[in-house]
């Protein structure tokens, strides 16, 4: 088992963002992370972080602080973030795309 400090530091694959990506996918694949790898150093199911991705879930207060540090952004950043999944969900609603 890896301690906390060889977790942190351990070496992710890099990702490359891809256009259709939301801001928080773009943020997460800059620091390297998968959504199961996000999800372990925040202490949450990855399927939580594709619902944040998609605009389907926001997180909890103490889950937003955590993503802060591990996505190494500001408040913020994150905020803006958020916003921008959350008109980029109203837009596919209101065009009539289909939203899981």
Avoid at 1 to 19: A, F, G, I, T
């Amino acid at each position: 088992m890896l301690s906390v400090r060889q977790e942190h530091d351990r070496e992710e694959p890099k990702l490359k963002p891809r256009k259709s990506d939301s801001e928080l996918a773009r943020m997460r694949k800059e620091r390297g992370l998968t959504q199961g790898g996000a999800a372990r150093r925040i202490g949450i199911n990855h399927s939580q972080i594709s619902r944040y991705e998609d605009g389907s879930l926001g997180p909890s207060f103490p889950t937003f602080r955590k993503m802060c540090v591990v996505y190494g952004v500001t408040a913020d950043a994150l905020v803006a973030a958020f916003e921008a999944v959350a008109r980029r969900r109203a837009a596919r609603i209101r065009n009539g795309r289909a939203v899981a």
